[in-house]
């Protein structure tokens, strides 16, 4: 099984960025998948998931920037993310379970991506 997170990069504020989830070794289309961020000395947290019915959910500090979304006819998930500011700058992680009832717990996953790191500047 592996997730692998991508589209990470530097950009100024009011910026965007498309983060794309690849997965392999899963059947995708069962999959919950989330995003989750840590900033520098900061704690993991929720950013966004998505069920496998399409069902979204988002944290509040991103609500109407960002939006989760999938393909499973290519495996991937992405999180189109918009007017970023510097406190959007972490290295993000996709994250995937069958089974996910609370999407903002981390220890509901099972299966992380490596992160993909992204810096906002002011």
């Known amino acids: 099984v592996q997730l692998q997170a991508s589209g990470g990069g530097l950009v100024q504020a009011g910026g965007s960025l498309r983060l794309s989830c690849a997965a392999s070794g899963i059947n995708f289309r069962s999959y919950f998948i989330g995003w989750f961020r840590q900033a520098p000395g900061k704690d993991r947290e929720f950013v966004a998931g998505v069920g496998a019915g399409g069902a979204t959910y988002y944290a509040d500090s991103v609500k109407g920037r960002f939006t989760i979304s999938r393909s499973n006819a290519k495996n991937t998930a992405f999180l189109q993310m918009n007017s970023l500011q510097p406190a959007d700058t972490a290295v993000y992680y996709c994250?995937?379970?069958?089974?996910?009832?609370?999407?903002?717990?981390?220890?509901?996953?099972?299966?992380w991506g490596q992160g993909t790191l992204v810096t906002v500047s002011s």
């Open positions: 994250a995937g379970d069958t089974r996910v009832s609370r999407p903002a717990y981390s220890a509901e996953y099972s299966y």
